[in-house]
């Protein structure tokens, strides 16, 4: 049986003109896309959604 040895991680990131700064994590993608939606509707600076992958420990 396949084990997984990663867990996706998802983070709110913003611009505020100093580069890309991690405003949020968030625990899956759909409380990113929440997330990323709310901050869209209250902040005038561009904002994304950055995935990446973390090693479980074993």
Same mark, same amino acid.
């Given at each position: 049986?396949?084990?997984?040895?990663?867990?996706?991680?998802?983070?709110?990131?913003? =611009?505020?003109? +100093?580069?890309?700064? &991690?405003?949020?994590?968030? $625990?899956?993608?759909?409380?990113?896309?929440?997330?990323?939606?709310?901050?869209?509707? =209250?902040?005038? +600076?561009?904002?994304? &959604?950055?995935?990446?992958? $973390?090693?479980?420990?074993?």
């Amino acid at each position: 049986m396949y084990k997984r040895k990663t867990k996706d991680c998802y983070a709110i990131e913003g =611009n505020c003109g +100093y580069g890309w700064g &991690i405003e949020v994590n968030c $625990e899956d993608l759909a409380d990113a896309k929440m997330q990323l939606k709310t901050y869209r509707e =209250n902040v005038t +600076y561009p904002v994304r &959604i950055r995935k990446w992958r $973390e090693k479980i420990p074993a």
